[in-house]
């Protein structure tokens, strides 16, 4: 859907994990009470002239290092999915959000599929987001992982 950034001046929203030093945050990570959706925040994030996130004082960290969730194109998940294992091979795990219940690499039994059909994926990292192996840079980070055919947006928001 198309926007006129002239008519929306201000976006209000709240971090999962916000780094003030490099202005970065984690939204998407939560997924109670609902699943977030991420291509809509997206959307409105290139229609606003302002944005404000806020977050809860133990939210607020030195380093994001948190779950990482990546929206991935339909009925082909599994392909990007490894292309984001190889990128973290060895700093993460990369796990299929279930709609509901225990999650495993597969989504468990009822794997969650957005109302866009988009499948999330979560890279879920050890100790903090690294970059075939080495500290790296958020914008690197999300560069990288928007190169990968079938990835819609993830959670790594900048600036």
């Not at 082909?76 to 709609?99: K, T």
Request: some cysteine; proline content about 7%.
């Amino acid at each position: 859907m198309p926007c006129d950034a002239a008519q929306v001046s201000l976006l209000l929203d709240q971090a999962d994990q916000y780094d003030e030093s490099a202005n970065a945050a984690l939204k998407g990570i939560r997924a109670e009470p609902q699943q977030p959706e991420l291509p809509r925040l997206r959307q409105a994030l290139s229609c606003v002239q302002k944005v404000v996130l806020l977050a809860e004082s133990q939210d607020v960290v030195p380093q994001l290092c948190a779950s990482l969730p990546v929206f991935i194109d339909g009925g082909q998940w599994e392909e990007p999915a490894e292309a984001l294992d190889d990128l973290f091979l060895g700093d993460a795990e990369i796990w299929r959000r279930p709609a509901a219940g225990v999650a495993n690499p597969r989504g468990g039994d009822n794997p969650y599929v957005s109302p866009g059909g988009h499948n999330i994926v979560d890279v879920r990292f050890y100790e903090g987001m690294k970059l075939f192996g080495e500290d790296a840079k958020y914008d690197q980070i999300a560069q990288e992982i928007e190169q990968i055919e079938g990835v819609i947006t993830h959670g790594l928001l900048l600036g």
